[in-house]
Every structure is written in C-alpha cells, then in structure tokens.
T-cell receptor, first 113, second 116 residues
Framework: GENVEQHPSTLSVQEGDSAVIKCTYS??????FPWYKQELGKRPQLIIDIRSNVGEKKDQRIAVTLNKTAKHFSLHITETQPEDSAVYFC????????????FGKGTSLLVTP | EAGVAQSPRYKIIEKRQSVAFWCNPI?????LYWYQQILGQGPKLLIQ????????DSQLPKDRFSAERLKGVDSTLKIQPAKLEDSAVYLCASSGRTSGGTSEQYFGPGTRLTVT
C-alpha cells in the first residue's frame, strides 16, 4: 500500500518568513495530493491540492510543488502569519483506492510574532 | 451547503463497553469514509463506502469494529468491546466527483473517544 513520509515533524518560523514542508510517497500510481490544515481540536481543512498532471499550483500565499519522478511534493507558505500556526498533513491517493487518503504524520507549524 | 455532521462530539466509556458514532455526509456525496486519528498522528482509513456498499474495509479491526451505511446516506460506526487503544478521534469524511475526476474530501468535526 501507499506510504507517505512527512518532514519536519515540527517547524518554528518568525512571522513574515517562509515555511516549507516536504512529503514523499511510495506508490507510483498515486495521482492526487491534498494538503490539510488542522487547528487544535478542529477538523482537517483542505487548503490546497495538486494532481499528477501539474507540477505546481499556487493560491495566494500557499503553493504546492510535485516531482513525480522523485515521488515527492512540498507545501510552501510565504509571508507566514500567526494564524498559520497549526498542524499540516500531506496525503496521497489514487482512483485504484477510491481516493481514500494516505496521510503523513503531520507537521506542527508555529509562527511567532 | 451544510457540512459533514457527526455525533456525539465527545464520548467517555470504560473498556469492554460498546459505543456508536453517527455521520451525516454532505448531501449528494456518494462516497463516505471513516478515519481514526490517534493523538499526534495523521488520520488512518478504517472503512470506505460508495453509496451503501463497502469499497475498502481492509484496515477495520472486524473483531470489534463494524460500520454500516443504510440507504447510502447516513453511516454508523460501532466498537464492541472497546479497548484502551481505541482512544482517538473518529473522523467521518465525504466526497463527490469533481470535473477533474478526483474527489475532494470534506471532514466532519469528529468524535473524540476516551476509553478508560
């Protein structure tokens, strides 16, 4: 089955700096890669996703890049703000599994003013 | 549109007792997932339904866990008997087909289960 590795497990940045979270996956059939933000005690919220036919996608301060050859994808947050502090999860999936998500272990991001 | 609803939000039971969780997906979403999220970890799939049929239950501990989705809408997840290691947040998610062919999943608020 799919195995998703996520690094780092914790990340602390100053407000205004950039944050990068990296994930690798094992199943070459995976073709959909969403990122979720989870605040303490709340549900995971989809913040951005990318499909395998695209190498990069951007939405305001958030961008995701995908390298299919190397089987890794990354989340980039620019101009970080304290409200970006949360746990971020990457996931990988494909149609063969009915798009059931295989999650990484999460990255706890802390943005300090 | 209304989101995924789950109840109860919190449940505390003693080991060996039974418990049931309920999920109401977003209207029109054919696919429903139950995930288990242990503290400090990412969610792990327990079972996936397409309408009222099971697509994948390979990671469901069937000796104690059961789930059903009658009429292809609401779903219930049951644990009987509960063990200490079942303490976790149980998340329900639903998805509908997008024009791109993939399916964004929307999560409910979860049920936090504590087994003592």
């Amino acid at each position: 089955g799919e195995n998703v590795e996520q690094h780092p497990s914790t990340l602390s940045v100053q407000e205004g700096d950039s944050a990068v979270i990296k994930c690798t996956y094992s199943d070459s059939a995976s073709n959909y890669f969403p990122w979720y933000k989870q605040e303490l005690g709340k549900r995971p919220q989809l913040i951005i996703d990318i499909r395998s036919n695209v190498g990069e996608k951007k939405d305001q301060r958030i961008a995701v890049t995908l390298n299919k050859t190397a089987k890794h994808f990354s989340l980039h947050i620019t101009e970080t703000q304290p409200e970006d502090s949360a746990v971020y999860f990457c996931a990988a999936t494909n149609s063969n599994s009915g798009y059931a998500l295989n999650f990484g272990k999460g990255t706890s991001l802390l943005v300090t003013p | 549109e209304a989101g995924v609803a789950q109840s109860p939000r919190y449940k505390i039971i003693e080991k060996r007792q039974s418990v049931a969780f309920w999920c109401n997906p977003i209207s029109g979403h054919a696919t429903l997932y139950w995930y288990q999220q242990i503290l400090g970890q990412g969610p792990k799939l327990l079972i996936q339904f397409q309408n009222n049929g099971v697509v994948d239950d390979s990671q469901l501990p069937k000796d104690r866990f059961s789930a059903e989705r009658l009429k292809g809408v609401d779903s219930t997840l049951k644990i009987q008997p509960a063990k200490l290691e079942d303490s976790a947040v149980y998340l329900c998610a639903s998805s509908g087909r997008t024009s791109g062919g993939t399916s964004e999943q929307y999560f409910g608020p979860g049920t936090r289960l504590t087994v003592t």
